[in-house]
């Protein structure tokens, strides 16, 4: 191994230089336009990811935390209303939530996906029955790329009279059955930081909804309750990345067969991909019975903290949750950018078998 080797968990330079001359197009294009905070170029976008996703009605908000707490509050969730997350919400979320005054409910994960498990939810809306404490809303996180079981939380949720957001924040480009995520609830959220597999240069993020009057409300709420515009230089450069996306995606998937191949032989529980699903490994989490020993490996290679510990800011104290207590414990996460230099990620195999005795 190279000892001079430094593995990088993402690297968003690469996936501008591979759209360089898109992107100059586009930024030379906004610095003539009339208007540098929505405007044309925000529209075309919301247009374009429209068509890509499959949706009437795409709204471009400032941040991908924007974007969850418009979504919630376009989906009927007032201030101090419930709201069910996952055991494993992440700082944005928990975020949303508190700025809509939302409360968060949480619950467990299933073992296999880490998303929101239908069994967990079921209980918990028998218990809430019982004590006239149901949530408004369920907030289904598609885990890293791999999409929650929409079709079992969304039967749950009509059976309640509960309204089903779908976080996407770690989803562009998951599908379920053939149709990709953010076509189901009632309304989600898209993230795109410059880390996502479609990235700006800076903070963005974007609302769709299933539902056609939801749109102005969305569109009100964005520009006149949480003054969170979408500017025109973010719009503009997602567009110009937006028709390469599906094919960095797939070199994602590609990354991720390799590591399944190498990985899953030596004991480690690598990431589940279900039949009917399409994963597009936002990131590459797997689960080891030695983390230290695995966490220290990549920390030798290079890898910081949120390789090391990628659920390490799930706040579970008050969470009945034992599957997402284990996954905290164990997951470890591993480059899967699609950029990706082969010799860096046979590195971190080799690192990983070594460290692990296999």
Known sequence: MNPNLCVKLADRLAALNENKGEVRQAIARVLEAPALVLGPEVDAFEAAFARWLGVNTAVGVASGTDALALALRAAGVEPGARVVVDAL??????????????????????????????????????????????????????????PA??????????????????????????????????????????????????????????VT????????????????????????LQAAVLRAQLRSVDGAILRRQSIALRYDTALAPLGIIVPTERSNATHAY????????????ARAALTALGLGAEACAPFGDADLSDANAPVARQAVAQAVALPVYPQLPADHQRAVITALATALGR
């Open 209 to 232: 909804s299933t539902s056609p009057e939801i749109e102005a409300s969305l569109r009100h709420m964005r520009d006149q309750v949480f003054d969170c515009p979408l500017d025109a």
């Open 89 to 146: 919400a992440g700082p944005a979320p928990l975020a949303a939530l508190v700025r809509i005054g939302a409360i968060p409910v949480r619950v467990d994960v299933e073992p296999e996906t880490l998303t929101l498990a239908p069994q967990a939810l079921k209980a918990l809306l028998a218990g809430g029955e019982r004590s006239q404490a149901m949530p408004r809303a369920v907030l289904a996180t598609h885990r890293d790329g791999h």
């Open 282 to 293: 936002c990131r590459y989490v797997i689960r080891v019975s030695q983390p230290q020993a």
């Open 149 to 206: 079981d929409l079709a079992a939380l969304g039967a749950l949720c009509a059976g309640h009279g509960l309204a089903l957001v779908e976080d996407c924040t770690d989803a562009v480009g998951a599908a379920l059955d053939g149709r990709r995520v953010g076509c189901t609830g009632l309304t989600a959220a898209f993230c795109f930081g410059p880390e996502r597999s479609l990235g700006a240069l800076g903070r963005a993020g974007l």
